[in-house]
């Protein structure tokens, strides 16, 4: 998991996050632990992602893991049309606060 970082009034602050996509599971679970800072100006252009909403987040509160429901990602991305071009998406795209959502923690506290 990339946590992107923004300037927003001369503060870096983190907004968004990137995680690895994979679609050879119904579930793909992520370690907030591991969560790597990046400036979002180092994100390399040429990667694809497909934002997703806390719809398709899943809490794994015992393993303190956040999950994303794959399967109903792939439901959402046929629906809007873009089906065929799903497997060659490098990362999820998701707003921070979904996750913290999803989590019920402050993230912006611990990163």
């Known amino acids: ?3 992107l970082y923004d300037d927003y009034d001369g503060i870096r602050k983190p907004f968004r996050a990137l995680l690895e996509a994979s679609f050879d ?3 793909k679970w992520y370690s907030l632990s591991s969560a790597e800072k990046v400036d979002t100006d180092l994100v390399d252009e040429n ?3 497909v934002t997703i909403t806390s719809s398709h987040l899943i809490r794994n509160k015992d393993h303190n893991q956040l999950g994303v429901d794959v399967a109903s990602v792939e439901s959402f991305c046929r ?3 873009i089906g ?3 497997y060659e998406v490098d990362y999820f795209l998701v707003m921070l606060e979904d996750i913290e959502e999803v989590m019920q923690l402050n993230l912006r ?3």
């Open 47 to 49: 990667l694809t992602s």
């Open 79 to 81: 629906y809007i049309g």
């Open 25 to 27: 599971e119904p579930t």
């Open 1 to 3: 998991m990339k946590v």
């Open 109 to 111: 506290t611990i990163l």
């Open 84 to 86: 065929d071009e799903l």
